[in-house]
T-cell receptor
């Protein structure tokens, strides 16, 4: 049973560029959440997708957008990259019903130069 | 706004000692609380999840307790091993939220 998979594992971009990160949820899961983790800090919630809709959004600017596909996989897009966007981006999947225990992927390390 | 605090930020113990990691949160109206482990540069591995109606959960050498009224949770790791060296994060989910609010973590080093 494959867990949550994220791609790419590492990415280097320059300021002003755009980036797309991808996530495939754990088999059977229908909900995907994205988190940003700066070095030495706990993850911060970006948004959650369920039934291809953004169900909840954290305190992140509109430069951060996402999408969920019919197969429940998801993308995170960040436009006009800033140096401060350098972080580990984590995807988590869960079931919409019940306890909703989160399972995390290994993350995408984004460096903005 | 839910604030989650983990003290201490770092901990170093000799192998075999029991570990006690603390987590406090400001809003007691939580749906559940999860403890995670994170190795450097890696994702999060879920260790234990405690529902708001529960007082504790156990898995092997790990035991987590929850006291909602005082806004505290404690993770106990018995007979620590060098392989337990990692950062441990607690996260709470509020009843009216889908998101997890995380603490900054406690980085544990177990010395052989």
């Amino acid at each position: 049973d494959a867990g949550v998979t994220q791609s790419p594992t590492h990415l280097i971009k320059t300021r002003g560029q755009q980036v797309t990160l991808r996530c495939s949820p754990k088999s059977g899961h229908d909900t995907v959440s994205w988190y940003q983790q700066a070095l030495g800090q706990g993850p911060q919630f970006i948004f959650q997708y369920y039934e291809e809709e953004e169900r909840q959004r954290g305190n992140f600017p509109d430069r951060f957008s996402g999408h969920q596909f019919p197969n429940y996989s998801s993308e995170l897009n960040v436009n006009a990259l800033l140096l401060g966007d350098s972080a580990l981006y984590l995807c988590a999947s869960s079931l919409a019903q019940g306890v909703a225990k989160l399972f995390f992927g290994s993350g995408t390390q984004l460096s903005v130069l | 706004k839910q604030e989650v605090t983990q003290i201490p930020a770092a901990l170093s113990v000799p192998e075999g000692e029991n570990l006690v990691l603390n987590c406090s949160f400001t809003d007691s109206a939580i749906y559940n609380l999860q403890w995670f482990r994170q190795d450097p540069g890696k994702g999060l591995t879920s260790l234990l999840l405690i529902q708001s109606s529960q007082r504790e959960q156990t898995s092997g050498r790990l035991n987590a307790s929850l006291d909602k009224s005082s806004g505290r949770s404690t993770l106990y790791i018995a007979a620590s091993q060098p392989g337990d060296s990692a950062t441990y994060l607690c996260a709470v989910r509020h009843y009216n939220d889908y998101k997890l609010s995380f603490g900054a973590g406690t980085t544990v080093t177990v010395r052989a």
